[in-house]
């Protein structure tokens, strides 16, 4: 049970492990890959260990979509944040675009990057009352959008039905998110970093200045400097618990269509697209239809699971029958691909982006709630900094700092 995007991406470039290494880098799905490349470029020596392929986990297994200021509607990031911190959040999303953009286009990394936006589409009208609220909140902070009522729907996505209409926001993007890690590891091996696949961390032990990193295959890499970039999948890696308590699991589920008739495919626009706020989220690729989303709809929402081999055929009814139902040109369109992908939730939302209280040369990159993608390249950019330089300047970073979750 894979993903499209696996089964097409080309392999990542892979070297041997070394005895030992300036920076170990565990994990090597967008955000270890990001680390991985920033401190190579800042002539660091890293060694990424990954337990199975670069991007394997995720990182190849999500919808691809480039986003702005989280799935929450601008109006929810104000209520939470405040007035003050949420355009410095926004702020750093549209960072982040434009750096990865920069370093796609520079490494001519082909990963279907499409930047025409995206559309978020309101479900209900409760919902489009909020994007008018997220609307007049953008054009108060001279934020680029387009508020799109129901009667303009026609003309950006025709074959859309039942919605109340949309908030477009043109500096979202899509693109193959595999064939992205993947061109990442490439750049980062260019710049020198050591990328090691099915190198599987069993524990992290040692003292500060030097850390041993114990191997599944029983070897050792031996580090001053460690980042766990292990999304929720080896909280067990970090021996003050604080992974353990603050990041969470909850898995996500994609179905994709076979290729559509190409006049059917045209009708959709290569925006990232939306709707419910975000819970359900839906792109074209080539000629396929991908659709995902629906965990709230099932006992659980999918919270606490682990596994991204299975899947739960009841959130695949509903994806059908939400796409059928807002979408009737699809109606005798087969899906024939589904796969899912665990997530890291925190408490408030935001990611992991700093050093681990209490463990001198230990990092953190991680829970990045469902928007990794939007968050990674630029955090893994300051981490670096930080890493080399001690500190990073962007004014978003304190609201990442791993200590802000620390028990009282
Ligand atoms: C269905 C779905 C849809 C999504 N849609 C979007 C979207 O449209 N836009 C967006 O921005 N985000 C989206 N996301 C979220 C995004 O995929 C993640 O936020 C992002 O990929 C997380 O990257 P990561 O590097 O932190 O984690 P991962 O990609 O999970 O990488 C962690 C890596 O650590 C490795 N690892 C784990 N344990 C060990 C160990 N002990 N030793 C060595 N290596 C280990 C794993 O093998 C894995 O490769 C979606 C996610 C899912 C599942």
């Known amino acids: 049970m894979t993903s499209i995007w696996l089964r097409e991406a080309p392999a990542a470039p892979v070297g041997a492990r070394p005895a030992t290494t300036d920076v170990a880098v565990i994990g090597g799905g967008v955000a270890g890959t990001s680390v991985a490349l920033h401190l190579a470029r800042h002539g660091v020596g890293v060694c990424l260990l990954e337990a199975g392929e670069i991007s394997c986990r995720a990182s190849g297994r999500n919808d691809g979509q480039l986003l702005l200021g989280l799935g929450e509607h601008y109006n929810r990031i104000h209520g939470q944040f405040g007035a003050a911190a949420a355009p410095v959040l926004w702020d750093f999303l549209a ?58 729907l026609p003309r950006w996505l025709p074959p859309a039905r039942g919605f109340h209409g949309g908030l477009y926001l043109p500096g979202e993007a899509i693109v193959q998110p595999a064939a992205m890690v993947r061109g990442l590891a490439a750049r980062a091996a260019a710049a020198g970093a050591v990328l090691c696949e099915q190198q599987r961390v069993l524990a992290l032990r040692g003292e500060p200045g030097d850390y041993a990193l114990e191997l599944a295959d029983g ?75 629906k965990r709230w709809s099932v006992p659980g929402e999918e919270l606490g699971i682990l596994d991204d081999s299975t899947h739960n055929p009841t959130v695949s009814d509903n994806l059908l029958a939400y796409a059928r139902e807002h979408f009737p040109t699809l109606a005798d369109v087969a899906f024939d691909t589904t796969w899912t992908g665990i997530m890291a939730g925190t408490p408030d939302g935001l990611p992991l982006c700093g050093a681990l209280p209490g463990q001198p040369g230990v990092f953190a990159l991680l829970g990045f709630n469902g928007y990794g993608l939007s968050f990674a390249f630029l955090a893994a950019r300051c981490l670096a900094e930080m890493i080399v330089d001690g500190q990073s300047a962007h004014p978003a970073l304190p609201m990442f700092a791993p200590r802000r979750l620390q028990s009282p």
């Open 219 to 293: 070897g050792i890499l031996r580090a001053p400097v460690v980042v766990h970039c292990t999304s929720t999948l080896a909280r067990e890696l970090d021996p003050s618990g604080l992974l353990q308590r603050a990041v969470f699991p909850f898995r996500g589920q994609i179905l994709a269509s076979a290729p559509l008739p190409a006049a059917l495919a045209g009708q959709f626009p290569p925006y990232a697209m939306s709707s419910n706020f975000c819970y359900e989220y839906f792109r074209l690729h080539g000629e396929r239809f991908v659709i995902g989303g």
């Open 95 to 152: 960072d982040n675009h434009r750096a990865l953009v920069e370093e796609l286009r520079a490494g001519g990394i082909e990963c279907g990057l499409e930047e025409r936006g995206g559309l978020r589409l309101a479900e209900t009208s409760h919902e489009f009352a909020e994007l008018e609220q997220a609307a007049a909140l953008l054009a108060a902070e001279h934020k680029p959008h387009e508020l799109v009522p129901a009667a303009d």
